[in-house]
């Protein structure tokens, strides 16, 4: 059980990291696509997804590293910690991909464009090492007991 707790913090680093391309190559996608005259990064609801992809991302890298610092000094809520950041990081991970691929059109459904496979991928994270129903049961529980 206490191996989980660094098992989780791995899953969630997968998440975040597979997050981060999908927020990179949003940008990068929407600055070259043109729709209406102008890029689709020009239209502001470009802009508010980017915006809260972004947010999503920082917040899951802000608690993960929390959770890692938690469990490396073998802290007594550290296994509190690790489900919470990874449960945070795949659900953010689930939506920041999710983001990034309607970003992309149609394009992001097709294997031309790398989005529709980071989509596959990251969905398993939720799934793995625990379901995320398990990660919240985990967390439910430690706050009941205190
Ligand atoms: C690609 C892949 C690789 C894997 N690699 C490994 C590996 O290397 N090592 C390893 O040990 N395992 C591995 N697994 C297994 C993985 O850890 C399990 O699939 C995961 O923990 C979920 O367990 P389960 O599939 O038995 O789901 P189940 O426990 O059958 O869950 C089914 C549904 O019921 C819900 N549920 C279950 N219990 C509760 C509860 N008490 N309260 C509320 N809801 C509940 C779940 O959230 C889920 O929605 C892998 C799985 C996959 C898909």
């Known amino acids: 059980m206490a191996g989980l707790d660094g098992g989780r913090l791995n899953i969630g680093a997968c998440s975040l990291g597979g997050a981060q391309r999908c927020l990179d190559e949003a940008i990068r996608y929407t600055k070259e696509r043109q ?3 102008q890029p689709v990064a020009e239209f502001q609801n470009t802009q508010f997804t980017l915006a809260d992809m972004a947010t999503d991302l920082e917040a899951a890298r802000a608690l993960l590293y929390l959770a890692a610092a938690k469990v490396t000094a073998n802290a007594p809520d550290k296994s509190r910690f690790s489900a919470m950041a990874k449960r945070l990081a795949t659900d953010n991970g689930s939506a920041i991909v999710d983001a990034a691929l309607q970003l992309h059109g149609g394009y992001g459904y097709l294997k031309d464009y790398p989005i529709e496979r980071f ?8 799934i793995l090492e625990g379901t ?3 990660m919240r049961m985990i967390v439910g529980r430690d706050l009941l007991r205190q």
């Open 132 to 134: 995320n129903q398990v």
């Open 35 to 37: 729709q209406f005259g």
């Open 119 to 126: 989509w596959r991928d990251l969905r398993v994270h939720s």
